[in-house]
């Protein structure tokens, strides 16, 4: 089966953002009162696997060897049967 997956990574809590900061600054001088901005990366991908549960599996392994750095950011995906 094909599976589409969305997946957001975010840098974690504790980990200084300077993109975010610079992003703020530019939109507070533009008159947008934002209190805080945060940068992440979102990606797309479809996927062949068996069932839901593997489709899932691979997607951990992919996010924690590649798409995101365990040690500062998170990542949380979102997992459908394609068409």
Known sequence: MKYKA???VTLRPSVLDPAGTA??????QMSYNVESVRI???VEMVLDATDESEASDRL???CDQLLAN???ENYRFEL???L
């Open 6 to 8: 969305k997946v957001f």
């Open 23 to 28: 992003v703020q600054s530019a939109l507070t």
């Open 40 to 42: 992440g990366k979102y």
């Open 60 to 62: 951990h392994q992919a």
């Open 70 to 72: 365990p040690v500062i």
């Open 80 to 82: 459908v049967e394609a």
